[in-house]
């Protein structure tokens, strides 16, 4: 039997904002209820993010965002309901993002039941450096908004 929930937090955290998903996850460990696991992945591989929800009732995926929106914000998808709206991109530093995971799953029958994705607008991509202060600052509230929806899974 798998996990009820996986929360999937994506990205690099020596590549500025692209560091959105792991600190998310840092932020939800210890606090999120029995059945729920979470998993850190550096890369955006479709792959490896479809076996990370494989066998799971439902799936978060956590990622940097680049659609124009200002950074900083905070953005929900069901990714079961279709596919992520046009001009949204999931930052990756590699060629394929955590959108073609999605869409490469749903052309498969490989969505788990449930997946929602959560973006947080993205600033700055510098190798190197931390979260701009901004993108940092909405850590706490993208962290509530998930820690609600696990719960309420």
Do not use: C, K, Q
Not at 110 to 123: A, D, H, S, T
């Amino acid at each position: 039997m798998g996990d009820a929930v996986v929360v999937i937090g994506v990205g690099n955290p020596d590549r500025g904002d692209d560091g959105v998903g792991p600190e998310v996850l840092a932020r939800l460990a210890g606090r999120v209820p029995g059945g729920v696991r979470l998993m850190r992945l550096a890369g955006a591989d479709p792959a490896e993010i479809m076996e990370a929800w494989s066998g799971s009732a439902g799936a978060i995926l956590v990622d940097a965002t680049v659609s124009g929106v200002a950074p900083g914000t905070i953005t929900r998808f069901d990714a079961v309901a279709g596919p992520l709206p046009a001009g949204v991109r999931l930052a990756s530093t590699h060629v394929l993002g955590a959108e073609t995971a999605v869409e490469m799953a749903r052309a498969l029958g490989r969505l788990p039941g449930r997946l929602v994705v959560y973006g947080v607008e993205g600033e700055s991509f510098t190798a190197g450096s931390g979260l701009s202060p901004v993108v940092a600052a909405a850590l706490p509230a993208a962290a509530e908004r998930i820690l609600e929806e696990v719960r309420g899974a």
